[in-house]
């Protein structure tokens, strides 16, 4: 069932959302569709923005704010939080794009593909 009967078939809603006259903003309910507009703001596709572990809390999240534009959108999947508030849990900030962008572990967090050091002959 589509979202919203009244859309043309061929618009592209990253494109022509216009979160002043709050257009299309019911699309986000959407899960899918949620994620696809995410993809094309993030530069990231729906399979990593799921492999996050975050798309649900952040549809939530999105869900739970009246003003949504594609600039706290893209801070929210980059940062693990809404523009102006703290991350809702260390999980989502150290699931936050920007670490994946620069291929990088967050702070207190592990370096990505690493395993801890072999220190079982340290010591004798």
Do not use: I, K
Request: charged share 25%; net charge negative.
């Amino acid at each position: 069932m589509p979202v919203s009967d009244d859309r043309p078939a061929d618009y592209d809603l990253a494109e022509r959302w216009d979160p002043v006259a709050n257009r299309y903003v019911d699309a986000l309910a959407d899960l899918d569709e949620f994620l696809r507009v995410c993809a094309e703001l993030t530069g990231f596709d729906v399979p990593e923005l799921r492999s996050t572990g975050m798309a649900d809390e952040h549809h939530r999240t999105t869900l739970a704010h009246r003003v949504r534009d594609g600039h706290a959108l893209v801070h929210l999947w980059y940062v693990g939080a809404w523009p102006g508030e703290a991350p809702s849990s260390a999980r989502a900030r150290d699931q936050g794009l920007v670490w994946r962008t620069f291929r990088a572990a967050p702070p207190r967090a592990a370096a990505p593909d690493t395993a801890a050091p072999d220190t079982a002959g340290e010591g004798s």
